[in-house]
């Protein structure tokens, strides 16, 4: 179990942090009530917080457009993870839950405007690295059954077999790596570019490991990566 960036990430984004968590013997039940509800409450906190300030002037926002358009994707075309679910949350009211682990995500997610992503790892093939695409790679939509490539110089997730398990950075991730009910290992990543960006991911990573290990069990190894640490992996006990 490894999370890792690229060199060449790190050249293109020297200010990234990437905080990640790597997690086994996890449960995920369908949401109970506590969560859910707390997971309501920062919804309606988040809804509070941006009030209607439009999305692209929100800070972590507007770094995550910066690093889309630096690779060549239009950033309102495709939006991050993040600015997505704050886009549905202003737009429609609110974010519906999927399960324990996405909704501990989500909730993180909002709160400190930052793309959280979970990965089950049953499908994956060793390391999980960041790197710019060569268009070789494989990505299969979630509901999809048709494989895409990457256009070359796109940043992707990869495993060591050429799957990508998330495409342009942290827009969507592939139908193999989406978490499940059945899912029990899994990596875990919060990313940003901003100024404040090592302080907010800490807390972010913080906030997410509690969650996690109230609501899912597991062990875990968490770590914040940045330009002098390039990886994280599973060290045993």
């Not at 509901?143 to 050429?162: K, Q």
């Not at 940003?192 to 991911?201: G, L």
């Not at 997410?208 to 990886?231: I, P, V």
């Amino acid at each position: 179990m490894e999370f890792c960036y690229h060199p060449e990430i790190m050249v293109r984004f020297p200010n990234l942090y990437g905080g990640v968590i790597l997690a086994r013997g996890l449960s995920n039940p369908l949401t109970g009530i506590e969560l859910s509800q707390a997971f309501h409450l920062e919804q309606q906190m988040a809804k509070e917080r941006i009030g209607d300030a439009p999305l692209s002037e929100i800070v972590p926002l507007v770094y995550w457009r910066q690093a889309f358009r630096s690779f060549g994707v239009d950033p309102t075309g495709y939006r991050s993870a993040c600015e997505a679910l704050l886009r549905r949350l202003t737009k429609k009211g609110d974010i519906p839950s999927i399960n324990t682990l996405v909704d501990a995500c989500n909730l993180i997610s909002i709160r400190y405007a930052l793309p959280v992503a979970a990965f089950d790892l049953s499908a994956i093939q060793g390391r999980i690295t960041v790197c710019f695409a060569n268009g070789t790679e494989q990505y299969r939509p979630l509901d999809s059954e048709d494989v895409e490539h990457p256009l070359p110089g796109e940043v992707i997730f990869a495993d060591e077999a050429g799957m990508v398990v998330a495409r342009r950075w942290c827009w969507r991730q592939s139908a193999e790596s989406a978490v499940n009910l059945d899912t029990r290992q899994a990596i875990f990543t919060i990313e940003a570019h901003h100024p404040q960006a090592q302080a907010d991911v800490q807390a972010a990573l913080d906030d997410l490991l509690d969650l996690l290990k109230k609501y899912a069990g597991g062990e875990f190894q968490a770590g914040l990566l940045h330009r002098n640490r390039l990886s994280l992996s599973w060290i045993p006990d």
